[in-house]
T-cell receptor, first 114, second 123 residues
Framework: KQEVTQIPAALSVPEGENLVLNCSFT??????LQWFRQDPGKGLTSLLL?????REQTSGRLNASLDKSSGRSTLYIAASQPGDSATYLC?????????????FGTGTRLTIIP | GAVVSQHPSWVICKSGTSVKIECRSL??????MFWYRQFPKQSLMLMAT?????????EQGVEKDKFLINHASLTLSTLTVTSAHPEDSSFYIC???????????????????FGEGSRLTVL
């Protein structure tokens, strides 16, 4: 059974700092890994999608890496801003063909201090 | 990006009634839809996976008779919470994807697209 863990569970940093969020998964047989952000009481916003054959994806100040063999992914946020405050979730898509399952991590609650 | 519409966004109902939540993919045909629930300050928990035209696959501990899922078309899946009780109050989110190689005009990236969620409060 796939298990996805995110460390740290909560993080507070001053505005302007660069930061890294970590995601680890136990079963490396995945189709892709996706990073999301969730604002309180709201749905999910997709940030980056990395296919299993890729090693990283970039969008603006965000960079996500994937090391499938070691079961790890990181989300790097450059020059953090107060608007980045949210809960960040990673999720891996795996399972047998035709019976795919998405497993979410436990989330990292990020607070950017102005 | 692709849009998934979830309706209603919030609903309040009396204990014992049934509530239906709809999840629609607006600009693509989704072969697979996932339903999640989320309790306050917790991560999303997968409830069930539904593939178009077949019965939903429920996760362990999720009552299939209580949470009825129908995925009758490639653009619509519904979750019905039957005989709702206060402990069913939660945030329910659906997601849709094209996973099994049926592109239907979109690239099959396996990317998931999420609805905005539905907050259910059972009195």
């Amino acid at each position: 059974k796939q298990e996805v863990t995110q460390i740290p569970a909560a993080l507070s940093v001053p505005e302007g700092e660069n930061l890294v969020l970590n995601c680890s998964f136990t079963d490396s047989a995945i189709y892709n890994l996706q990073w999301f952000r969730q604002d309180p009481g709201k749905g999910l916003t997709s940030l980056l999608l990395i296919q299993s054959s890729q090693r990283e994806q970039t969008s603006g100040r965000l960079n996500a890496s994937l090391d499938k063999s070691s079961g790890r992914s990181t989300l790097y946020i450059a020059a953090s801003q107060p608007g980045d405050s949210a809960t960040y979730l990673c999720a891996v898509l795996g399972g047998d063909w035709g019976n795919e399952k998405l497993t979410f991590g436990t989330g990292t609650r990020l607070t950017i201090i102005p | 990006g692709a849009v998934v519409s979830q309706h209603p966004s919030w609903v309040i109902c009396k204990s014992g009634t049934s509530v239906k939540i709809e999840c629609r993919s607006l600009d693509f045909q989704a072969t697979t839809m996932f339903w999640y629930r989320q309790f306050p300050k917790q991560s999303l928990m997968l409830m069930a996976t539904s593939n178009e035209g077949s019965k939903a696959t429920y996760e362990q501990g999720v009552e299939k008779d209580k949470f009825l899922i129908n995925h009758a078309s490639l653009t619509l899946s519904t979750l019905t919470v039957t005989s709702a009780h206060p402990e069913d109050s939660s945030f329910y989110i659906c997601s849709a994807t094209i996973v099994r190689g049926k592109a239907y005009g979109r690239s099959n990236t396996g990317e998931l697209f999420f609805g905005e969620g539905s907050r259910l409060t059972v009195l």
